[in-house]
């Protein structure tokens, strides 16, 4: 790196509050800058966060049946957009996996965690100009419960339980057993509020919502161009006069544009050339440890994979170190074949870790009454960066375990509505909860619109409820790495790794001095809490 770019790097680390004055001095004696040090450091001061210009921003995964009913959103480009920028929700998760009050005052439990009364945060105006209050709240919500309801939150919302208004600006959650994490059910990018209009109903498909930005123009699939609210509620934030959200789903095309001046940000770096991405002049690769993981779900519904003995058979056949170190290019870590990863609470860091065992592979099979076993996988790009490959790279891992996987190439374009959780055997991923209990509510629980394995474990289920409400860390504790366990043995899904966020960002923006990790980019914030230095 030269030192021109190694300079500008302090320099904007600092103006994102970043980096202290004396670690600046320090890194510029380093560099051989000393003379020059008080002046670059003042430079820098001088470019600290303003409002104003236009934020461009490069994301994969739009679809041409994007729209605003956010609980239909399932990706990249709708989380960034929808939530990231035009909506809130009742808390949200900041850099530090809190969860705490957005469009709340005040959240407060009862002794035993099962009702709690949320006071809704007065004085904010939807971009209608409609202003907010605990029937707005309430209306959002309903949104994604009851029988009718197609919202991939369905499960997350039911768990909710009885929800009634107290006067105009206060909610009451009265659930079915205690939750002390309920804060951060109320944080999921599904769960955004909008207003309720005069027919009792919120018009979703609108894009009206309380955030940073208002919706200026939409293509579904192609792009989202917003601009500043200057009502909203938090002053920090919403720091771009406008922005062009731009699907780019090709990963190579991201790269591209942020290499040539096109974006000033991209989500989701090419991990095969990252690194050469970092040594171009004024463009920082931005890495952030996440709970994002790799998966390959199988309908258990379905044979082979209603046997519990092909199914470890195939989570045996992975080479997870190959995986890591040829896919991920190191940049993530190694799964055991549940969702919780190792930055989180009750992570089961004791349980074996599943190694590639062929040999093993082939009993169960055998146990299975097979010798072999053909099978077949739908993959797409737009599952994760690489897919497609690292998927053949999973077939040749098999092979030696007398297992033959063919590699169905499935159209990116509408990948999660017309593949996932349509055919057998997919390639997925998931940007992962920040609660063991949020996940594996929303991505395992039986009868969840996101069960993506079709997955129904009797003690599973009677954990996931006794969790919940589990007050005693210890106990709590116990309970989710039983439950871990069971995934890992019992469930129908090989996860492989745990991915690093890996974005990319030009030095003029500056960023607050801890980014999120729960998502891509910042928590999928960047378009609200980013400025340009």
């Known amino acids: 790196m030269s030192l021109d770019k190694q300079i500008k790097k302090l320099q904007s680390q600092v103006s994102a509050n970043q980096m202290s004055r004396r670690a600046f001095m320090t890194s510029a004696v380093a560099l ?38 956010t609980g239909t959103n399932s990706d990249s480009f709708m989380i960034n957009v929808a939530q990231g920028a035009v909506r809130n929700c009742v808390t949200e998760v900041n850099a530090n996996g809190q969860a705490i009050p957005e469009l709340a005052e005040s959240l ?38 009851g029988e009718a309801a197609d919202s991939a939150a369905k499960s997350v919302a039911e768990s909710m339980g009885e929800i009634k208004k107290d006067g105009k600006n206060t909610v009451v959650f009265k659930l079915e057993s205690g939750n002390a994490d309920f804060p951060f059910l109320l944080s999921d990018y ?42 909203y509620f938090k002053p920090d934030e919403g720091n771009f006069d406008e922005v062009n959200a731009i699907a780019i789903n090709d990963v ?5 544009a942020m290499t040539t001046g096109q974006v000033d940000a991209i989500v989701r770096c090419d991990l095969k050339t990252a690194h ?18 790799y998966t390959y779900p ?11 003995h092909v199914r470890l ?33 009750y992570h089961a860091g004791d349980l074996p870790q599943r190694q590639h065992d062929t040999d093993k592979a082939k009993w169960h099979l055998k146990q299975a009454g097979l010798d072999s076993l053909d099978v077949e996988m739908s993959a797409s790009d737009a599952a994760f960066a690489g897919a497609v ?28 509505s017309n593949t996932w959780m349509k055919v057998p055997w997919s390639a997925s991923y998931w940007s992962g909860r920040p609660t063991a209990d949020w996940m594996f509510t929303i991505g395992w629980a039986a009868g969840g619109n996101w069960t993506e394995t079709f997955w129904d474990n009797a003690r599973f289920e009677e954990l996931l409820v006794a969790g919940r409400a589990e007050l005693d860390e210890a106990k709590r504790g116990a309970i989710y790495v039983e439950m871990q366990s069971i995934c890992r043995d019992e469930g129908g899904s090989v996860i492989p790794c745990f991915v690093n966020n890996v974005d990319a960002a030009s030095d003029k923006l500056g960023r607050p001095e801890k980014m999120g990790g729960n998502f891509e980019l910042d928590g999928s914030r960047s378009i609200s809490r980013w400025w340009f230095v």
């Open 108 to 145: 407060e439990p009862s002794a035993d965690a099962a009702t709690w009364v949320i006071k809704v945060r007065q004085g904010v105006t939807f971009h209608n100009g409609k202003t907010m209050d605990a029937d707005d709240v309430i209306a959002s919500i309903e949104h994604h419960r």
């Open 32 to 69: 051989g800058v000393g003379a020059l040090a008080p002046s670059l450091y003042s430079q820098a001061v001088n470019a600290a966060p303003k409002k104003g210009g236009l934020y461009r921003i490069g994301i994969p995964a739009a679809n041409t049946g994007d729209n605003f009913d």
């Open 313 to 345: 058979a195939l989570k045996l056949g992975i080479d997870r170190e190959g995986f890591v170190k040829t896919v991920l290019r190191g940049y993530g870590s190694l799964g055991n074949d549940h969702p919780i990863g190792t930055s989180q609470n």
């Open 389 to 416: 490959d690292a998927t053949q790279l999973y077939a040749e891992s098999l092979k030696a375990a007398n297992i033959n996987l063919t590699v169905k190439r499935a159209s990116a374009d509408g990948y999660w």
């Open 276 to 293: 050469l991405l970092d040594k171009k002049p004024g463009i920082s690769v931005l890495q952030v440890t996440s709970t994002k993981h």
């Open 298 to 308: 199988m309908d258990v519904r379905q044979a082979p994979f209603d046997n519990n």
């Open 252 to 256: 190579a095309a991201r790269m591209n």
């Open 190 to 231: 599904h769960i955004t509020i909008g207003p309720v209009g005069g027919d009792g109903k919120i018009d979703w498909h609108a894009g009206v919502g309380t955030g940073p930005y208002s919706l200026k123009n939409f293509e579904p699939g192609v792009r989202a161009d917003l601009v500043r609210n200057k009502n």
